[in-house]
């Protein structure tokens, strides 16, 4: 458990408050000045932002703007794809994740994903989460990291009298949050969440929904969502991309990051505006 | 762009303006009916707290209607929540019309002192005019005209404190004393219109700075916000 540090007491100042902002807590990430590109198409243009720790970062912005591309960055998940280049500096804790000597299957061990459509392997529900730590060597007491992990996605209760039935079993819904025990089996810093409901019902996406504010206690989590009310609801701050067509064609820009109720009520950017207001286009 | 919810808030909008303009005849038909002393134009303007309560109504329920289905956000968000405000300050502007109606009944057979009825008519002019900018500034969002609201509220204030002076004067006349308590009641009830208009104010400003903040501060008076 975190020590939690109070703020010192201090007089209310009634003149102050407005200015008053939350406190932020560490940048977990600091990118900067960060331009991705596939081949000859720039998908995201000079993206400057922090990530906080403990913190429900929203990433959200109109189809083809580059929030996957921008989340994608942050464990390394563009390596694999043909073409990928990136320019300017993502640094996690102060190291460039690009950098010269970062091994990416250790990033991706601190920073795991969850995809928009539940993908557990075709094995059993325990063998699921049992994977990652196994192929890491974590065997030692590996039945308490599993049950641990199950616990901490909200699922054991529904799956501990049948963790040898297949993982295949399991509501979309249960699966995945099954794919979110999987990737803290292994105890990452940071979750990536690309559009992790988007392919579930109400009830279910309310349970991720409600899971993620558990979550946030141990681990800094960044969620894309193409669901404004989905990012209004869970994310502390919130970062708007759009995608702003010129000359050297079309690429995805950081336009507004800021607290989510801020980009709610009253946003400083006119095209966060238009596009929170479903103006847009 | 979201037609249909653009629609709704249009007609939300329009419906407000529409209580306001019914609002503005109401206190015209009250401050008439006190000047004439006017039995049926006072009923006239009972009856028709009705029909300002039927729009307030409408406009009541069409808000969470509109929140649960279209969930408005940013500048939308801000332009719900004043129309709930401005709604509520324009039904309770009405009610203190049927009031003045209601009190204008009880001393209607006594012959009013004229430098009093004078104040009164003023101060009914003077929040006549004020409710006007009030909702000529959600109209037109103007910001500056919204502010002034401040400015000719203390016209108002003024009057009432005048109106307050004469009464000391006059109120040990016998035959007088009913008459000066109700009107009293009367020019309280002007000023707070008056305190309304201003808070419709305060709702303008809202939607288009995003800050709530009161003009005035009752507690602070000398301090501006």
């Known amino acids: ?281 | 762009m979201r037609t249909t919810f653009q629609t709704e808030l249009d007609q939300l909008e329009a419906a407000l303006q529409e209580e306001g303009s019914l609002v503005l005849r109401t206190l015209r038909g009250a401050m008439n009916a006190l000047r004439r002393r006017d039995l049926e134009l006072t009923d006239e303007v009972i009856a028709f707290d009705d029909d300002i309560d039927r729009l307030y109504l409408q406009i009541e329920e069409g808000i969470p209607s509109l929140l649960a289905r279209q969930t408005p956000v940013a500048t939308d968000l801000r332009l719900v929540l004043a129309i709930l405000h401005i709604n509520l300050h324009l039904e309770r502007m009405a009610d203190y019309c049927v009031t003045i109606a209601k009190l204008t009944k009880l001393v209607a057979d006594v012959e009013p002192d004229p430098t009093l009825l004078q104040t009164l008519e003023e101060m009914g002019d003077r929040a006549e005019e004020m409710i006007r900018v009030a909702l000529d500034s959600f109209a037109n969002r103007d910001l500056a005209a919204a502010e002034s609201l401040v400015d000719l509220d203390e016209l108002i204030d003024r009057s009432n404190r005048r109106f307050v002076e004469r009464v000391v004067e006059i109120v040990a006349e016998p035959g007088m004393r009913e008459w000066v308590l109700r009107m009293v009641l009367v020019s309280r009830t002007i000023e707070r219109i008056g305190d309304h208009a201003v808070d419709v104010g305060e709702q303008v400003a809202y939607l288009l700075t995003a800050e709530f903040r009161e003009f005035t501060d009752a507690s602070h008076p000398e301090h501006r916000a």
């Open chain 1, 1 to 281: 458990m975190r020590p939690v540090t109070m703020a010192p007491m201090r007089p209310v100042d009634v003149a102050a408050r407005e200015e008053a902002q939350p406190e932020l807590g560490e940048a977990v990430f600091e990118i900067q000045g960060l331009t991705a590109s596939y081949g000859a198409n720039v998908a995201i243009r000079d993206v400057g932002l922090e990530i906080y720790r403990n913190v429900i970062t929203a990433v959200i912005g109109p189809s083809g703007c580059g929030k996957s591309t921008f989340i994608r960055c942050l464990n390394r998940m563009n390596d694999e794809v043909a073409g990928f280049r990136h320019e300017g500096r993502i640094l996690y804790h102060g190291i460039d994740l690009y950098g010269d000597g970062v091994d990416p299957v250790e990033v991706r061990r601190r920073i795991g994903m969850v995809f928009q459509k539940p993908n557990p392997f075709p094995k059993t529900i325990y063998d699921n989460v049992a994977w990652a730590p196994r192929v890491l060597g974590l065997k030692k007491e590996l039945d308490e990291r599993v049950e641990k992990a199950l616990h901490g996605a909200a699922l054991w209760d529904e799956v501990k009298d049948r963790l040898k039935r297949s993982a295949l079993s399991l509501s979309g819904g249960q699966q995945q949050r099954l794919c979110i025990a999987r990737a803290i089996a292994i105890e990452p810093e940071v979750l990536l969440l690309d559009e992790p409901a988007s392919a579930l019902d109400p009830i279910a996406t309310s349970s991720i929904e409600e899971l993620m504010q558990e979550l946030k206690r141990d681990y800094t989590l960044v969620i894309v969502t193409h669901n404004m009310q989905q990012a209004a609801r869970v994310a502390d701050r919130t970062a708007f991309f759009s995608l702003e067509v010129d000359d050297g064609g079309r690429a995805g820009v950081l336009v507004e990051y800021d607290e989510t109720p801020k980009i709610f009520t009253a946003p400083s950017d006119k095209r966060t505006e238009d596009y929170v207001t479903g103006r847009f286009g």
